[in-house]
């Protein structure tokens, strides 16, 4: 897939990120659909602060970030910090669509959403504020931590180049659908905390001892709780009941 044909779409503009934004926004408007139900996704005028499309069918809305390179990367730049924990905070964000491309080709390298639900104030990074000398002094923006969603976070529609079907995209953003109806970000945390956990493994079986190894980290990204080893218990239990994971028995796991 390749961006060359939305090109001329971007004469009108002369700050090459606007230009960008024209060109991608196209692109996956005319390419693409909506993860949750299939429907056509519909641009928003460019004034809109938070919402790029809309879907036609069910009306969840998406925002699109995209940046150039081999790969997503670890952090995707995004707006102004306050703003994005006050979204996450009040459940008023939107899904994303994270796009990454060849700036000398124009090839579509990764195209993939993420839903609303897997944003928590801790994949949100504070940048510094802006000097004095510019012109939006003291503004503080914010980095996306996209490497610190886990890869069942990230419905790819395009991955390495190679085109995913849609029954598969719609398939797998439906898999972590239960994670929509937790309302506490401190317990949505800790959920989606054990899944990168279980993502860094790197195998679909798994005991509680590999898990185990992660109390450390699990442990600096809670410093209050003081019972880990019963916590991640308590995660894998609940991945278990939402059919995630699979319970095996004897301390075992595995992937569904």
């Known amino acids: 897939m390749n961006l060359k044909k939305y090109i001329e779409l971007s004469n009108d503009y002369k700050n090459n990120s606007q230009k ?3 060109i991608t926004e196209s692109f996956v408007e005319e390419n693409f ?3 949750y139900c299939g429907g056509n996704l519909i641009s928003r005028p460019n004034n809109e602060k938070v919402k790029d499309f809309d879907c036609s069918k069910c009306n969840e809305n998406y925002e699109l970030k995209s940046k150039q390179g081999k790969g997503l990367g670890k952090k995707v730049t995004d ?3 306050n703003t994005m924990i006050e979204r996450i ?5 939107p899904n994303f669509y994270f796009l990454n491309y060849d700036i000398v080709s124009l090839d579509v390298i990764n195209f993939c959403a993420v839903p609303k639900y ?3 104030p801790e994949i949100i990074e504070k940048r510094k504020p802006l000097s004095q000398n510019a012109k939006r002094a003291g503004w503080i923006g914010c980095n996306i931590l996209i490497e610190q969603i886990p890869n069942s976070g990230k419905i790819f529609y395009v991955k390495d180049k190679q085109i995913q079907s849609k029954d598969k995209v719609i398939e797998e953003w439906n898999k972590i659908n239960f994670l929509q109806s937790s309302k506490n970000i401190q317990a949505k945390g800790w959920l989606l905390d054990v899944m990168n956990c279980v993502d860094k493994i790197k195998k679909p079986n798994f ?3 590999d898990i185990y190894k992660f109390e450390t980290y699990l442990k600096d990204r809670h ?7 019963a916590k991640i218990r308590q995660q894998l239990q609940i991945l278990r009941d939402k059919d995630y994971l699979r319970f095996e028995g004897e301390g075992l ?3 569904r």
């Not at 905070?89 to 964000?93: A, H, L």
């Not at 410093?223 to 080893?229: L, M």
């Open 223 to 229: 410093p209050n709780n003081n019972n880990i080893q």
């Open 118 to 120: 897997f944003f928590v």
């Open 79 to 81: 707006g102004a910090y």
């Open 253 to 255: 796991y595995s992937l």
């Open 89 to 93: 905070i009040s459940y008023n964000n």
């Open 20 to 22: 960008i934004r024209v």
């Open 33 to 35: 659909y909506c993860p």
């Open 207 to 209: 005991s509680l001892a």
